[in-house]
């Protein structure tokens, strides 16, 4: 499996064996109307691949990492790290910078980060130059995620980590199977999206917000009761068009329950609900918060 170099908030890496079997072996089309983190869509072989998601940067930062050749994309990241002074554990190791890997480089990266924070959050030209800032922004952030506040300044402090011989390796092998696809990517709400040309043989899937889940995504209503009929009654469309859909949701979690995806689901006898083993990547939550079920499902349509 293929994972994404970016820790994108419901990424499905560690459920990727339980899902990805479930999906059609043949695909003309994958679209994924939520991409995120990329990393279903990456390991999902197709002819051809169409990312959508609303977040700005992350959409024109796949679209760098697409138009850049991989070494390159990696060398002027790696030129960033140098000009602003952040640790390089690969090439000289914890020891030179007075640090441990237990400990981490947040200490030691805390001056240069705040410095290219400032620069990328002052930037008045977001070009491939903004990008590659930004992206080694989010390698040495915390947990390496991707957070802007609401004027839309990037605003998490700096993590343990830098950019290290697992993210070198994980960024590599994801930029080169980039282009390997013929993708394409779209920043757009997923009501906009256009499906019209997709035919029986394509194949969408859906990782929505959890309308039951408090995530960051969900604060101040970013996804609504609406935002969830909209989405189903998408699916219903593609359904009556033969076109097969996965969708990726929850139907309990930790007491509250999704009445509208529960009553859908089990009102269409044609769809299909899998269960997935949330505990394959939770155990320990799951251990200390028995009386707390989350039940994460896969519905499909064939």
Same mark, same amino acid.
């Given at each position: 499996?293929?994972q994404s170099p ?165 960024? @590599? ?8 696809? /013929?993708? *394409? ?7 906009? $999206? +256009? %499906? ?9 899937y859906a990782d ?44 309990? @979690? ?8 529960? /009553?859908? *689901? ?7 609900? $899998? +269960? %997935? ?26």
């Amino acid at each position: 499996m293929i994972q994404s170099p970016l820790n994108y908030t419901g990424g499905k890496y560690r459920l990727l064996p339980q899902i990805l079997p479930l999906f059609p072996e043949q695909i003309g089309t994958f679209v994924d109307l939520f991409c995120g983190g990329c990393n279903v869509g990456i390991n999902v072989a197709a002819k051809t691949h169409i990312y959508n998601d609303s977040c700005t940067p992350l959409i024109k930062l796949y679209s760098v990492m697409q138009r850049l050749d991989s070494q390159e994309f990696i060398k002027r990241l790696e030129n960033v790290i140098h000009r602003y002074g952040l640790s390089d554990v690969k090439t000289k190791g914890y020891k030179f910078y007075g640090c441990n890997s237990s400990d981490g480089l947040s200490a030691y990266n805390r001056e240069p980060f705040m410095n290219l924070r400032r620069d990328v959050n002052q930037a008045e030209v977001q070009d491939e130059e903004y990008y590659i800032k930004l992206y080694t922004l989010i390698i040495y952030a915390f947990n390496n995620q991707i957070r802007f506040n609401r004027k839309g300044d990037f605003n998490l402090p700096p993590g343990k980590r830098d950019f290290n011989q697992n993210m070198y390796d994980k960024l @590599s092998v994801f930029l080169n199977l980039l282009h390997t696809q /013929k993708a *394409v990517f779209a920043n757009l709400n997923f009501k906009d $999206i +256009d %499906l019209d040309h997709l035919v029986p043989g394509d194949f969408v899937y859906a990782d929505p917000p959890y309308l039951i889940t408090c995530a960051a995504y969900n604060e101040k209503r970013g996804w609504t009761e609406q935002d969830e009929y909209d989405l189903l009654n998408l699916l219903d469309s593609l359904s009556r068009r033969k076109i097969r859909f996965g969708l990726s949701n929850v139907i309990e @979690s930790k007491g509250r329950r999704n009445d509208i995806l529960d /009553k859908w *689901v089990k009102d269409r006898p044609d769809y299909r609900q $899998i +269960d %997935l083993d949330y505990t394959y990547h939770n155990a320990n939550y799951q251990r200390k918060n028995r009386k707390s079920v989350t039940r994460e499902v896969l519905i499909v349509n064939y």
